[in-house]
């Protein structure tokens, strides 16, 4: 059990929120969003559509831990544990060195940083949102709590109130970073709740790819992890975000994800879920300036006592923006995915077009998919098409693998890792080589 | 087969279905649910919805399938034309039971917008709980295809006659799945009146 300097102990109220921010140091308008997060979180139910989240009691969760870790410099000094967590994941030791930025999270706080010199001559801005706060207040002030408002569901509620760590990004006009920013988060105490604050701006014109992957060392009692990532993306820029989610599972991961596209600007979600007891995420996107682009690319990969709810929500504010929402789910051992999501396509929104697709496979006769859509077109001049098919790995192509030497395990993570290839191509990668040996390990021993 | 034809106003209807059969929904306004569940193995349900949705038109009709029993078949098509102020909003849900094994079931929604202040919510849904099926939907929401008005228009037939060959020819795909000649005429009587 690692040490800690400083916790909050168990339970919310308003004394542990005005602690976290007297302990940050922080100044009184960010004290002020927290107990506004704070009041809306009590005031809202819980969410009865969804995933089943009764299980959770806030009273048992430890809302801010302060690790007693330094923040490290070097890779040297970066600790054993999270190397290790590296190593399960696959990483190979050449390719750690050459990682363009690594940013891990230790528990609530960033530990280890390190940007290249020749983005930070370029104006580029990656640090923690704490430290983001006492460097860049203004831009923190203008654009945080925006895209997403405080109100806007229980979660990010109680994300605004009790926030701790998190990526801050800022690109300055016209710089295009083309290599993708990392982050690793992990959560290491039970019934810790780790409540992280992504804030991602790019400027006229710029381009990033902003990484995370998440995995947790194994421990027995629930935990929550309830993150808030907003993004902005000015004209003609593009962002890409990918996330590779591997919690482990016990954990209730209910994260709020929104970007705010303008003119001809380019937002881009690729999102694999395969670990936590309960996800429920729908990466989002406004497109909010003319000729504006969102893509969703997804992953779920639900087993035993797993329910994977996610999806995506695209919203055409302007003429001829353009949507693609591509969802592959993957259901087994009893486990549930179901994709849930909303495109809405605005009076105004002329000549703008939406497509989204769902894929699903369930591999035994104890699992489940649902399929739970919604697409509402409030202009006449605009397209939405939307097809969904649900099967499962068929008999045939399992013969023709077997009769080609290959078990039935090997075949059928074949045919999975086959069935993902199209959401999976577009993943960096390292995290390309890290999905296909996860699923492999998900799928051993699946059959019987 | 054997063909029911329901025109739902706000009104529910449970249907079960033991025999191979033909369900034809013509729906204008007014919420409404159907439900058709499929009992016997073996059994096969077609079920064909068209929707005529004008003037201030508030239609809320959600169609059900639910598969109780192994080996059952359905399909359904719901074609749309929202037209004026109207507003359509159309679930379609397909549910395969655990027990209802080597099922297969598709759900197609065509949905056209005619006027710039026709509104439509399309959701077609699945919820699956056995493996050995084949279930899939298709939804799309769109105006008339401006590129086959323009080869009608270039053929000297006038906008407003090009309109209605293509609304006709949509309603049509739906119309000639009906294989009772009675049936079909009926139908097609009521939603050209």
Known sequence: ???????????????????????????????????????????????????????????????????????????????????????????????????????????????????????????????????????????????MNTVIPIGDNKFSALNSAVWSGGSFVYVPKGVKLDQPLQAYFRINTSKFGQFERTLIIAEDESMVHYTEGCTAPAYTESSLHAAVVEIFVKPHARVQYTTVQNWYKN????????????????????????????????????????????????????????HQDVGSKATHLAPNTKSLIVSKSVSLGGGRSSYRGL???????????????????????????????????????????????????????????????????QARAMVVNGFIEPVVKKLPLEFAVEMNRLIELEMEGSVG | MKWQVIIPSKANYHLKIAHDQGVVILAKTGKSEIVIELNREGTRALVLGLIQSTDQDDLQLKVTTVHQAPNTHAETMIY????????????????????????????????????????????????????????????TVSSLDKTELFYLMSRGVSAAEGERLITDGFINQVLLRIDNAKIRQQVSQYVRR
């Open chain 1, 251 to 306: 954990i209730y991961n209910l994260v709020t994800k929104r970007a705010w596209v303008e003119t001809r600007g380019e937002m881009i979600w690729t999102d694999a879920n395969l670990g936590s007891k309960v996800t429920m995420k729908y990466p989002s996107f406004i497109l909010a300036g003319e000729g504006a682009r969102g893509e969703t690319l997804s992953i779920a990969l639900a087993n035993t006592d797993q």
């Open chain 1, 1 to 143: 059990m690692p040490d800690y300097k400083f916790t909050t102990g168990k339970g919310l109220s308003e004394a542990v929120v005005r602690t976290i921010s007297n302990k940050k140091q922080e100044p009184k308008w960010l004290l002020d969003y927290r107990l506004k997060g704070l009041e809306v979180f009590n005031s809202k139910p819980m969410p009865q559509w969804g995933a089943d989240l009764n299980q959770i009691n806030f009273d048992e969760l430890t809302y801010y831990v302060d690790p007693a870790e330094k923040k490290s410099r070097t890779w040297a000094d970066v600790p054993k544990e999270i190397k290790a967590t590296f190593d399960k994941l696959g990483v190979p030791e050449a390719e750690k060195k050459f990682l363009a930025g690594v940013e891990s999270q230790y528990d609530s706080e960033m530990i280890y940083g390190s940007l290249k010199n020749a983005w930070a001559d370029k104006g580029v801005i990656f640090c923690s949102m704490d430290e983001a706060v006492k460097l860049y207040p203004e831009l923190v002030k203008k654009y």
């Open chain 2, 80 to 139: 749309g034309l929202i037209c004026d102020q109207a507003q359509a909003q159309i679930k379609g849900l397909i549910q395969i039971k655990k027990q209802a094994q080597r099922v297969t079931d598709f759900l197609t929604e065509r949905i056209l917008l005619l006027s710039p202040n026709a509104r439509a919510i399309a959701e077609p849904e699945l919820e699956i709980e056995a493996d050995e099926v084949r279930a899939s939907h298709a939804a």
């Open chain 1, 343 to 409: 495109v809405q396509i605005n009076k105004g929104a002329r000549g703008s077009v939406s497509k989204v697709i769902c894929d699903a496979l369930i591999l035994d006769s104890r699992s489940r998919s649902d399929t739970y859509p919604k697409n509402r077109i409030w202009e006449n001049d605009s397209r939405l098409e939307h097809e969904a098919t649900v099967s499962k790995v068929g008999e045939e192509q399992l013969f023709y693998l077997m009769s080609r030497g290959l078990s039935e395990d």
